[in-house]
């Protein structure tokens, strides 16, 4: 008996196909808003009295959402687990956006640090998962580029906007294959080479270490102009984050070892593991700061930022996870925020501004450059309550997207035999900056 069509076979094609009318509807509705009739130039938008305002406001919503999960008895204390990663790239997800908003000028330094953080977690998040799985499939490489690239490279495109706009979406995908690069290279070394564990992946760091040093270091780093100059700035802006995320991931295990001895340990908590955490943790953040941080001219900061920025994450890491109850608790509206930052990251441009970034819409009258402030407050809600939901869509049609050609490509492979499909967590791929334990650059 013949087996069935592809398209028989291909049971999420229905999803696919009313995914792709969705984005269409995405498509035409950032349309609309990037077009926005009634705006006003962006730089007469400066204010940084509202920044920290609207910062507050979201500090206050953080702290009433906060929620506790005790910590799994089988997998003990979690440093940096799935649900406080999202909550990091949540509040520096708002604070990017609400910086571009009301050129927050006096912040680069700090958002700066923020997009290498989001790089990072790429490195980190995708190191512990290739190393856990050993998942060097064709089907994992598409699915995380789909999950990156497919949507804001449909927004370039039918917005004629350069992609160069979005450029933390490249700096991921390359974070990503290069990982996965390095990882498969372990993998091999140890597999067919006869090196252990830490031999192999120490060796293929190390080589990695190196490209990035050649590449990075040298007259090399010039080929990135071809694409664009602006590119050329972002690379060698983050040219080491990715790099020292994987070796994060690489001692991650010792880390946790030291976690469940200060605190899941016999006898509980560690006080002075605790306080002598917290105080490293502050100085480098201190450090960083008075070393680097304080410089106003972003011409002196950024030539030096690749080689510093891992400070203040450390010393944030630190900080965060320094006790048993801050490994377990979480905002849970921070967490939504932060599941959609590959999403906030793009439409912001076109919805939340408009023009491309460069102008702010005026959706209620009066609520231009000399408006009332609070006119200008509520146009800013108001325009957030339609960009988050649109956010929100977006993505839960990519990575329906993204799971049906994952399917898609298995079915082809299999020619009509049972496979099984992979679980929903495991295909859905980065989240602007995203991963983890599942692969997903920090948890996503």
């Known amino acids: 008996m013949p087996s069935p069509s592809l398209l028989v076979r291909w049971s999420s094609r229905r ?12 498509l035409f509705i950032a349309n609309l808003g990037n077009n926005f009739p009634n705006s006003y130039p962006r730089n007469d938008n400066v204010n940084p009295t509202m920044f920290w305002v ?3 406001g979201m500090a206050v919503a953080a702290l009433a959402t ?15 687990g799935r649900a406080q990663t999202e909550e990091w790239k949540g509040w520096m997800q708002f604070a990017f956006i609400m910086y571009h908003y009301y050129r927050m000028f006096s912040a680069y330094n700090e958002i700066r640090l923020f997009v290498s953080s989001y790089v990072w977690m790429t490195g980190f998040g995708n190191f512990l998962y290739f190393d856990i799985k050993q998942d060097f499939s064709a089907d994992r490489a598409i699915s995380m580029w ?3 690239n497919y949507f804001p490279l449909l927004l370039s495109f039918f917005l004629d906007v350069k992609l160069e706009l979005y450029y933390v979406v490249p700096l991921h995908t390359t974070g990503f294959f290069v990982t996965m690069a390095t990882c498969w290279i372990a993998s091999w070394l140890k597999e067919s080479r006869g090196m ?3 031999n192999s992946r120490i060796a293929a760091l190390v080589l990695c270490t190196v490209a990035h040093v050649a590449f990075y270091e040298t007259d090399a780093v010039n080929l990135l102009s071809l694409a664009s100059d602006e590119y050329l700035f972002r690379f060698q802006s983050d040219k080491y984050s990715a790099l020292v995320g994987i070796w994060s991931g ?8 030291y976690m469940q001895w200060a605190y899941n340990g016999q006898g509980g908590e560690k006080v002075h593991a605790k306080w002598i955490q917290r105080a490293a943790g ?6 960083w700061w008075y070393g680097f941080g304080f410089l106003t001219d972003k011409y002196t900061y950024n030539p030096v930022h690749p080689y510093v920025f891992w400070m203040p994450v450390a010393g944030w890491l630190m900080v965060r996870n320094s006790s048993k109850y801050l490994t377990e608790v979480h905002s849970s509206a921070l967490e939504f925020f932060g599941r959609i930052t590959l999403e906030t990251y793009v439409l912001q441009f076109h919805v939340f501004m408009c023009k491309n970034v460069q102008h702010i819409p005026i959706v209620i009258p009066g609520s231009g450059p000399d408006g009332h402030p609070a006119a200008r407050f509520l146009n800013m809600l108001l325009c957030g309550f339609a960009f988050v939901p649109l956010a929100a869509w977006a993505r839960r049609v990519t990575v329906t997207t993204q799971n049906s050609v994952v399917e898609l490509m298995k079915e082809i492979r299999s020619g009509g035999k049972s496979q099984e499909l992979p679980s929903h967590s495991a295909s859905e791929g980065v989240q602007l900056v995203g991963g983890g334990q ?7």
Not at 15 to 26: N, P, S, T
């Open 15 to 26: 999803d696919f196909l009313l995914a792709q009318a969705q984005v269409a509807a995405i």
């Open 54 to 56: 609207v910062c507050g």
């Open 66 to 80: 906060m929620k506790h999960v005790d910590s799994d008895p089988r997998r003990g204390v979690q440093l940096l």
């Open 146 to 148: 789909l999950r990156i």
């Open 196 to 198: 252990s564990y830490w």
């Open 250 to 257: 690489l001692f991650w295990k010792k880390l946790g070892a």
């Open 282 to 287: 502050a100085s480098l953040i201190f450090i």
């Open 438 to 444: 599942n692969g997903n650059g920090a948890k996503s």
